[in-house]
């Protein structure tokens, strides 16, 4: 199985900063084919299941905000939130989807210092 | 609106059985393959099971292999989670989830609201 590490487990940023979360997966999700990275990012606020926003690494979903991005190639990759804003605050996953079984990171919960 | 609607879950007792769910709306749903995924209480998100759209490609997770079955009815727009022999540690809220393809695989793009399996004497 591939296993994903994220890091920081959780962090706090002011308002208006930019926040940085890490994922490490255990082999590489690049397909050589295609040149594609499997690897998804998901929000998930208390309560609520996760929401999608990012695939193949650094592809915004429709209707995520600019201010999330994605970047990264083959086990390291990185989610951005440029200017982090109070409806961010929530618990950040990554995922690959390269192999089954699918996984997930720990998780990164995000707060406002 | 894109919707997906699991229900069945609540409290079993270890070694019962349970059946899960998942109405979908919204969208083609033959033509997806559906997931389930779950998430213990405090715990990452663990991937339990997968089923294409003609129910002919299905996978588990080793965690559940031998005592969960998915399956679908795409007549019904439904998607099903058997659960036997369950244990304790299969307590978690349980979503379904559409997967999306991206190349030759696919991520997990809607997702539903997810019902609480617990597993306790």
């Known amino acids: 199985d591939i296993v994903m590490t994220q890091s920081p487990d959780s962090l706090a940023v002011s308002l208006g900063e930019r926040a940085t979360i890490n994922c490490k997966s255990s082999?590489?999700?690049?397909?050589?084919?295609?040149?594609?990275?499997?690897l998804a990012w998901y929000k998930q606020k208390p309560g609520q299941p996760p929401k999608l926003l990012m695939y193949?690494?650094?592809t915004r979903e429709s209707g995520v905000p600019d201010r999330f991005s994605g970047s990264g190639s083959g086990t390291d990759f990185t989610l951005t939130i440029s200017s982090l804003q109070a409806e961010d605050v929530a618990v950040y996953y990554c995922?690959?989807?390269?192999?089954?079984?699918?996984?997930f990171g720990q998780g990164t919960k995000v707060e406002i210092k | 609106e894109v919707q997906l609607v699991e229900s069945g879950g609540g409290l079993v007792q270890p070694g019962g059985s349970l059946r899960l769910s998942c109405v979908v709306s919204?969208?083609?749903?033959?033509?997806?393959?559906l997931n389930w995924v779950r998430q213990a209480p405090g715990k990452r998100l663990e991937w339990i099971s997968y089923?294409?759209?003609?129910?002919?490609?299905?996978y588990y997770a080793d965690s559940v292999k031998g005592r969960f079955t998915i399956s679908r009815d795409n007549a019904k727009n439904s998607l099903y989670l058997q659960m036997s022999s369950l244990r304790v540690e299969d307590t978690a809220i349980y979503y379904c989830?559409?997967?999306?393809?991206?190349?030759?695989?696919?991520?997990?793009?809607?997702w539903g609201r997810g019902t609480l399996v617990s597993v306790s004497s």
């Open positions: 995922q690959q989807y390269y192999s089954t079984p699918r996984t």
């Open positions: 082999r590489s999700v690049l397909y050589s084919s295609n040149n594609k990275n499997y």
């Open positions: 989830a559409r997967e999306n393809i991206d190349g030759d695989y696919g991520y997990f793009d809607v």
């Open positions: 193949s690494a650094s």
């Open positions: 919204g969208f083609t749903f033959n033509t997806y393959t």
């Open positions: 089923i294409n759209s003609g129910s002919n490609a299905i």
